[in-house]
């Protein structure tokens, strides 16, 4: 059995090793100088591999019973095992599996030596042109495509050649062209996991500033438009891992028009509690002013914009009447900006939407082209940070890579 994987990342070393250890031939298909260049990306560095707290919740997409069979058929417990069986020590963190280096380049070459001693055969700087379907299998057709020798034979074909998201690590968006080919339905995409650009002319005085907060959309009718964690503000908007949860959400809701965001910058005090901090202040600290009353609270960059949002000279000596105190505390819990675009594909970690669920077996393989297989992130499958997205390429990838060398 001949099997080609189109796509040298996450998803696609994981099919090569899978089919490659049923005693499939299998050739790898990268785009780029070397396989895994996405891999060295993520988690900052220090690859994120899975999530001890596994589940579909952290997941969207059309189908989630059908995420929830997959992870059933290759889950945390065989992806730990797998890692391990490559000879990688893992460490958990806050839920977060990492390898125990926490380096990522440590999960690269722990799939490119498996590679190595199976003998896939590795083909990088090789961008495919073409699948063409032919008897009892497909030729792939790569590099310069007039060439007679750049025409091979293989039996059957994964596709993991991801998303758009991070162009520069080889995703182009390539692979739907070739799912389109096979009538494959793509729904449509947008960035995930990314900074949201937001309304408003005080973003740059308020750029760098990191604390916790908690971000609602509102009108979100999906109910998973909330993430509590580190907010980051920046010159355009906001961002950080607590605005990466949402924002693939704020990208669908944007096509009918600008999407509103409340904050939380404060998220563990309740207004209640709030409030009796306040009026505590005006006893200990009367007659200072309203910068010297918030010092403290929340970032000085971030008190000083909200008090020029409230048209509140800071200055000016705190007056603590109910009417002031409830101004700064709705402020503080519900500081309101107006959403106007997601960060583009090149500053997105993931793909939100790809492939749709209905066009492929429980194996992955094409309902409308049989030997046809497709894993990882070209999927209309994507996750929350946290090593979720790395997970579904795992899961994937190995069931495809495995079916591919059964079939």
Same mark, same amino acid.
């Given at each position: 059995?001949?099997?080609?994987?189109?796509?040298?990342?996450?998803?696609?070393?994981?099919a090569a090793?899978?089919?490659?250890?049923?005693?499939?031939?299998?050739?790898v298909?990268e785009?780029?100088?070397?396989? @895994?260049?996405?891999?060295?990306?993520?988690?900052?560095?220090?690859c994120?591999?899975?999530?001890?707290?596994?589940s579909?919740?952290?997941y969207y997409?059309?189908?989630?019973?059908?995420?929830s069979d997959?992870?059933?058929r290759?889950g945390?417990?065989? /992806?730990?095992?797998?890692?391990? &069986?490559?000879?990688?020590?893992?460490?958990?963190?806050r839920g977060?599996?990492?390898?125990?280096s926490?380096q990522?380049s440590a999960?690269?070459d722990?799939l490119?030596?498996?590679?190595?001693?199976?003998?896939?055969?590795l083909?990088?700087?090789c961008?495919?042109?073409?699948i063409v379907k032919?008897?009892?299998?497909?030729?792939?057709?790569f590099?310069?495509?007039?060439?007679a020798k750049?025409?091979?034979?293989?039996?059957?074909v994964?596709?993991?050649?991801?998303?758009?998201?991070?162009p520069?690590?080889?995703s182009?968006?390539?692979g739907?062209v070739?799912?389109?080919?096979?009538?494959d339905e793509?729904?449509?995409?947008?960035?995930?996991l990314g900074?949201?650009k937001?309304?408003?002319?005080?973003w740059?005085?308020?750029?760098?500033?990191?604390?916790?907060a908690s971000?609602?959309?509102?009108?979100?009718?999906t &109910?998973e @438009?909330?993430?509590i964690?580190?907010?980051q503000?920046?010159?355009?908007g906001i961002?950080?891992?607590?605005?990466?949860?949402?924002?693939?959400?704020?990208?669908s809701?944007?096509?009918? &028009?600008?999407?509103?965001?409340?904050?939380d910058?404060?998220?563990?005090?309740?207004?209640?509690?709030?409030?009796?901090?306040?009026?505590?202040?005006?006893?200990?600290?009367? &007659?200072?002013?309203?910068?010297?009353?918030?010092n403290g609270?929340?970032n000085?960059?971030?008190s000083?914009?909200?008090?020029?949002r409230?048209n509140i000279?800071p200055?000016?000596?705190?007056k603590?009447?109910?009417? /002031?105190?409830?101004k700064?505390i709705?402020?503080?819990?519900?500081?309101?900006?107006?959403?106007t675009?997601v960060?583009?594909?090149?500053q997105?970690?993931?793909?939100a939407?790809?492939?749709?669920?209905?066009?492929i077996?429980?194996?992955?393989?094409?309902?409308?082209?049989?030997?046809?297989?497709?894993?990882?992130?070209?999927?209309?499958?994507?996750?929350?940070?946290?090593g979720?997205?790395?997970?579904?390429?795992?899961s994937s990838g190995f069931?495809? @890579?495995?079916?591919?060398?059964k079939?």
């Amino acid at each position: 059995m001949k099997i080609a994987v189109i796509g040298g990342g996450a998803a696609g070393l994981c099919a090569a090793v899978a089919a490659a250890r049923k005693n499939a031939y299998v050739t790898v298909f990268e785009k780029n100088d070397k396989v @895994g260049k996405k891999i060295l990306m993520t988690g900052n560095g220090k690859c994120n591999l899975t999530n001890t707290n596994l589940s579909s919740d952290y997941y969207y997409s059309e189908d989630r019973s059908f995420i929830s069979d997959v992870f059933d058929r290759f889950g945390l417990d065989d /992806t730990i095992r797998f890692f391990g &069986g490559l000879g990688l020590l893992l460490t958990e963190k806050r839920g977060g599996v990492y390898p125990n280096s926490e380096q990522a380049s440590a999960v690269l070459d722990a799939l490119r030596f498996e590679t190595e001693a199976l003998n896939v055969s590795l083909k990088c700087g090789c961008n495919v042109k073409d699948i063409v379907k032919c008897k009892d299998g497909f030729n792939i057709i790569f590099g310069d495509a007039d060439n007679a020798k750049n025409n091979e034979f293989f039996d059957r074909v994964i596709i993991t050649t991801g998303g758009k998201a991070a162009p520069k690590t080889g995703s182009d968006g390539s692979g739907y062209v070739f799912a389109s080919k096979f009538k494959d339905e793509v729904s449509k995409l947008y960035p995930a996991l990314g900074g949201v650009k937001c309304e408003g002319n005080f973003w740059k005085s308020v750029s760098g500033v990191r604390c916790g907060a908690s971000v609602q959309i509102l009108d979100d009718t999906t &109910g998973e @438009g909330y993430s509590i964690g580190e907010i980051q503000l920046t010159d355009y908007g906001i961002s950080g891992i607590v605005v990466f949860q949402i924002s693939r959400i704020v990208a669908s809701m944007l096509d009918n &028009g600008k999407v509103k965001i409340s904050i939380d910058l404060l998220p563990d005090l309740d207004e209640d509690t709030l409030s009796n901090e306040f009026f505590a202040r005006a006893l200990v600290l009367n &007659g200072r002013t309203y910068e010297q009353i918030l010092n403290g609270f929340i970032n000085k960059k971030l008190s000083a914009c909200i008090l020029k949002r409230l048209n509140i000279n800071p200055n000016d000596v705190a007056k603590f009447d109910e009417k /002031t105190v409830n101004k700064l505390i709705n402020e503080i819990k519900h500081f309101k900006v107006v959403a106007t675009g997601v960060n583009p594909f090149d500053q997105a970690q993931t793909t939100a939407g790809g492939i749709k669920l209905k066009c492929i077996s429980k194996n992955f393989e094409s309902i409308h082209q049989p030997g046809i297989f497709y894993a990882g992130e070209i999927l209309d499958v994507d996750g929350i940070c946290g090593g979720y997205n790395l997970q579904w390429a795992w899961s994937s990838g190995f069931i495809a @890579g495995e079916a591919a060398a059964k079939c």
